[in-house]
């Protein structure tokens, strides 16, 4: 067979079958159907049972007495907004709510700060000894970038849950605490732990007591307060709770704030605890007047006393010189006098020598006003005098260019010389 009358026979037979449906669709409708036989109404009756009971059959699946107990694992994420959004899923109040993320929030960066500053708390005395306060031992390090980064991260977290929750969230700062640097991190934890504790209790005794009368609230106050210190305490060793309460005290402060002063982070740390043994043998004496307590001269006698106790401790550790250095590093005129140098950009030891100046000029002025062999116009002249060659001495040694400097920062001093 040719293969023209292969597609012409083809043709044919597929207009012939299209003829066929458009008649068979112009056909008239035909009339319904008779009852179908027994055997066709037992497959419908099938079919329909099983559309019907189908669902009936999985209603149980999803009443509340089967349904799985509430597991924390179903609304819990590492993401914070995806764990609020559960919460308020099922129903939680915005407050717990909130008390669950700020809780969070404020455990989680304190662990991550804790971690980036380890190494540094661990360096308590090395920052004295550096003559800096331990957060400027992060400036310039690696350290700080990550903590100022952690420190934005929990702000645009706090902003944004602020703006879902509709309220400001009071998330803890993680701050360093360098008095307890020395701990060990499971020590630390814990302190914390029980530090939020004991600072709800406080919030609670006082709601509780609020209005008692005074003796029964500080009745109650004290004895919370004893208690959560005999909790405290009982996490240190005796050796580490030295150590906090070294690092705490005044004496501690007072070394951390000398300045000018370099020696080694052990030395200075000795020094902290000999000043602690000399307070703490040697009290400060008392004044009859607290509001003019130099007009006691028995005060005065013991106050003298006392400073010339002090000096020889000094002096037998550390030498003339080294007492010299340790009383200026500790001059807060000297403070004052170090950041005009570094603003002037010159040498410390220039601050050293103003100091010497200012204390000289001081001292005399001291003399001349004492000097009862003055009549009152002669002091005058003298003081001016004294104020004058001061002037000239002081322009003289800190240069024109930071002489109206020191009269801003640290010149208020001349003033009183002839007043």
């Given at each position: ?5 292969y597609i012409l026979g083809t043709v044919t037979a597929n207009l012939a079958l299209v003829g066929a449906l458009l008649w068979q669709t112009a056909r008239p409708s035909a ?53 609020l959004t559960n919460l308020l899923a099922i129903g939680c109040p915005k407050e717990t709510a909130r008390d669950i993320l700020e809780a969070r929030v404020a455990d989680e ?242 601050a050293a020598q103003w100091l010497e100046l200012q204390t000289a000029s001081q001292k005399l002025v001291r003399q001349t006003r004492q000097n009862a062999g003055l009549a ?44």
């Open positions: 067979m040719s293969l023209r009358r009339p319904a159907p008779a009852p179908a036989p027994r055997g066709k109404l037992a497959v419908t009756t099938r079919v329909s049972t099983e559309v019907v009971i189908e669902p009936a059959a999985r209603l149980p699946e999803v009443k509340v007495p089967r349904s799985p107990p509430f597991q924390w694992s179903s609304v819990e994420s590492t993401n914070y907004f995806v764990c960066f304190r662990v991550r700060l804790r971690e980036l500053v380890r190494p540094f708390n661990a360096q308590f005395w090395q920052s004295v000894a550096d003559g800096k306060a331990l957060e400027k031992m992060l400036d310039g390090t690696p350290t700080e970038k990550e903590v100022e980064e952690l420190k934005e991260e929990q702000k645009r977290i706090q902003a944004e849950l602020q703006a879902v929750l509709g309220k400001e969230t009071k998330t803890d700062k993680p701050g360093r605490n360098e008095q307890f640097g020395h701990l060990a991190e499971e020590k630390q934890t814990g302190l914390t732990t029980l530090d939020g504790r004991h600072a709800k209790e406080r919030e609670a005794l006082n709601r509780e007591v609020a209005k008692a009368p005074p003796a029964e609230r500080a009745a109650k106050q004290k004895e919370l307060r004893e208690r959560q210190g005999t909790e405290r305490r009982a996490l240190f060793s005796d050796g580490e709770w030295a150590e906090a309460e070294l690092r705490r005290s005044p004496q501690a402060r007072q070394v951390r704030e000398l300045r000018g002063y370099a020696d080694k982070p052990e030395n200075l740390r000795a020094q902290a605890e000999a000043l602690r043994e000399f307070d703490t043998a040697y009290p400060r004496p008392t004044p009859r007047d607290p509001k003019r307590p130099f007009d006691d001269p028995d005060f005065n006698a013991k106050l003298e006393e006392r400073e010339t106790q002090r000096k020889a401790q000094l002096t037998a550790r550390l030498g003339e010189a080294g007492v010299a250095t340790f009383e200026r590093g500790s001059d807060p005129r000297f403070h004052t006098l170090l950041k005009l140098a570094r603003r002037l950009e010159v040498q410390p030891a220039s009152d116009d002669a002091r005058a002249v003298a003081l001016l005098a004294i104020r004058l060659e001061t002037e000239r001495t002081l322009q003289a040694a800190v240069g024109a260019r930071g002489w109206s400097a020191y009269q801003r920062h640290a010149g208020d001093w001349l003033k009183q010389l002839s007043d």
